[in-house]
């Protein structure tokens, strides 16, 4: 693995896909102290600030373009497992690319990809993880490993264990069925109430699994089955809300 580190940097996951684009090698990760504009899904702004873990790795998992999702699922388990095992810190996946505590979003992965044809040439995978901020350090409904665990922790450590996790799950990207039991085993929002936001309306209804392309499904009733491939997932306290 061969890893370049910046103190500050627009996005990990841009300089990523430059470097991909002019084909640095699979497993080479970017690391930086800060990003000025760290990237979310869908145009949104991820909060990068001094304290926290922001780094993308760079896959050419010769898969096809439409499994892409995988690798989003993958990166959630191997990041899960890394908090457990070096920080004792028991964080659950939720739909479709977070960890999360009970006090807040604690990780949140971008995949970005490249593809020719069905086939995928490159595929970006960025992770932040809250790790050694204090509350008043992030943004409203997050937290951080220092929050829930009182210590800080060291990045580089987490950041090589999440990658040698990713290592380990890579030869499951032929068997998915283990990525998604596993992410699902530890789902936040396993047969809960859910209520999700897409481009095309909201849904609420029970959140009963994930399918193989990584949808969520979401029996309604109405019809009685609805599978998402986009959204924004908010976990219901009650059948009442
Ligand atoms: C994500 O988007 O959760 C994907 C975040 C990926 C960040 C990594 S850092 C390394 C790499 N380089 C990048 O440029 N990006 C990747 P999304 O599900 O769209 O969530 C974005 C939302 O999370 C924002 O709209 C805020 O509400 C919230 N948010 C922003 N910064 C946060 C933070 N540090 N911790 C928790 N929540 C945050």
Request: charged residues 25%.
């Amino acid at each position: 693995m061969s890893i370049i580190r910046y103190k500050r940097i627009l996005s990990t996951n841009a300089k990523a896909k430059a470097l991909a684009e002019d084909s640095a090698p699979e497993w080479t990760v970017v690391v930086s102290d800060i990003q000025t504009h760290g990237k979310g899904r869908m145009g949104r702004k991820w909060e990068s600030h001094k304290g926290g873990l922001w780094f993308s790795v760079i896959l050419r998992p010769g898969i096809l373009a439409r499994s892409v999702p995988m690798l989003q699922f993958l990166a959630s388990n191997a990041t899960r497992r890394a908090v457990h095992e070096r920080a004792g810190v028991q964080a659950w996946t939720k739909w479709p690319n977070d960890l999360v505590l009970d006090s807040g979003k604690l990780a949140g992965i971008l995949v970005e990809s490249k593809s020719e044809g069905d086939m995928v040439c490159f595929a970006v995978v960025g992770i932040g993880l809250n790790v050694n901020q204090r509350m008043g350090e992030l943004p409203a409904g997050a937290t951080s490993l220092y929050e829930v665990s009182r210590r800080k922790h060291r990045l580089n450590d987490l950041m090589e264990e999440i990658v040698q996790n990713m290592k380990k799950e890579y030869r499951r990207l032929k068997n998915p069925v283990e990525i998604f039991d596993e992410w699902w085993r530890n789902c936040v929002h396993r047969s809960r109430q859910v209520q999700v936001k897409t481009r095309s309306g909201v849904v609420k209804g029970m959140s009963s699994g994930i399918d193989l392309d990584g949808s969520l499904l979401v029996e309604t009733g109405e019809p009685a089955l609805e599978k998402l491939v986009e959204g924004t997932l908010r976990v219901l306290n009650d059948q009442s809300e």
